[in-house]
């Protein structure tokens, strides 16, 4: 079936430039000239992915992704003509998946759409073949995308549960950036690296604000592991 993804920016430009080049790729596409009119959409037909510009009239991109969020796990991507580090840990904190500063290159944020659905693609097949993985105080259902701390589900994106399983299902080692950003992202470089840090900072709120006894603990250097708090404490 035919990916739909849908696009806001004020800017008619990048809307049809990129229109153009997914399209190309035979993906579907709706394009909005605000968030606003984007989200109406997704509340009448929800979409496979959302491509969001921060800087709109109405509500801005990082309202919508937060109303988003609040109703959907939807991959989400932001651009902004900003190159601020408040814009970027802002878009990563509300829940957003990817960030591109403009101008950025139309053919590599194909790429980056084309590995971020792949991805989804791929997890939701592994998943639905999956048992659930107990460790410590967590559960996670892969069959179901959902996790729990105690019997408490815990509200996590597509993102940071394919993140926590993955990290979960390698409880014995340490894994690398890379093999995160290859794995989960569709990346094939660490050149973005940092996408992988600030999901695993999100996760670690989400745990400890569930008061988990599950740490993700930060290999220096080279990655991350997860590891019992009590361990991690002595």
């Known amino acids: 079936m035919q990916k739909l993804i849908y696009i806001a920016d004020d800017e008619r430009n990048i809307r049809n430039l990129v229109k153009a080049f997914l399209e190309k790729e ?12 984007l989200f109406e959409a997704f509340m009448q037909h929800e979409c496979d992915l959302v491509i969001l510009d921060i800087m709109m009239p ?8 937060t109303k988003l969020r609040e109703i959907s796990d939807v991959p989400i991507i932001m651009l902004t003509a900003k190159d601020t580090e408040e814009d970027y840990i802002s878009g990563l904190a509300l829940g957003s998946d990817d960030y591109f500063t403009k101008p950025f290159s139309p053919t590599k944020l194909t790429m980056r759409v084309k590995a971020m659905l792949r991805r989804v693609d791929m997890y939701t097949k592994v998943e639905q073949q999956s048992a659930e993985i107990q460790y410590e105080d967590l559960t996670i259902y892969p069959d179901k995308l959902t996790a729990y701390c105690r019997g408490e589900a815990l509200a996590l994106t597509k993102t940071e549960f394919s993140l926590l399983t993955y990290l979960l299902e390698n409880q014995d080692k340490a894994v690398s950036r890379e093999e995160l950003l290859n794995t989960i992202w569709g990346y094939e470089s660490a050149v973005e ?23 993700i603990e930060t290999v220096w250097g080279y990655g991350f592991k997860v590891e019992p708090k009590a361990r991690c404490a002595e």
């Open 58 to 65: 109405g509500n801005s991109g990082l309202i919508i992704c």
């Open 26 to 37: 035979g993906y579907q596409t709706k394009a909005f000239e605000n968030g606003d009119l």
């Open 193 to 215: 690296s940092r996408a992988t840090d600030d999901t695993v900072k999100r996760l670690r709120r989400k745990l400890s604000s569930a008061n988990s006894t599950v740490s």
